[in-house]
């Protein structure tokens, strides 16, 4: 029985130490949902794509940029686009439009999320903004990372 004790009493101090190593969750640890939400073809060529941000964080956005690469229906690199989402203000959610010359909507079989080049919360310096990413397509072509 006072092998039990001990094993008990052991536990309960190795808990709060194992507890006490954990990584604290950060203050505004909310999520930045980025989903392709449509495609649309231009007149005279070229895609559409209608992003849509959900900034769940506490922070906004003055900077938010990324590089996208399109991948055909073959799944091969057609081209890489960069472009520039901000600002993404807190609480909010943000249409951006963005064309891609010279590609059917048709041609697109996914659209990779290559780099962010730029996640800069107001007034705070740049971060990484992959840990707190979600992406979604509710278009045939998928957005991943």
Do not use: W, Y
């Not at 203050?27 to 849509?52: P, Y």
């Not at 991948?71 to 943000?94: E, H, Q, Y």
């Not at 705070?124 to 840990?131: K, L, S, Y």
């Amino acid at each position: 029985m006072s092998l039990l004790k001990s094993l008990i009493a052991g536990a309960a101090i190795a808990l709060p130490m194992v507890l006490s190593v954990a990584p604290p969750v950060a203050a505004g640890s909310g999520r930045l949902l980025v989903e392709l939400n449509k495609f649309e073809e231009i007149e005279g060529g070229g895609c559409r794509a209608f992003f849509l941000f959900r900034n769940q964080t506490d922070n906004s956005f003055a900077g938010f940029e990324m590089s996208l690469a399109i991948l055909d229906t073959n799944g091969v690199i057609d081209r890489l686009l960069a472009i520039d989402a901000a600002p993404l203000p807190v609480a909010r959610t943000t249409l951006k439009l963005f064309e891609i010359p010279e590609t059917t909507c048709a041609g697109i079989s996914e659209i990779l999320l290559h780099e962010i080049t730029s996640c800069q919360p107001q007034n705070a310096d740049e971060m990484d903004c992959f840990p707190i990413l979600d992406l979604n397509s509710k278009t045939t072509a998928a957005l991943v990372k």
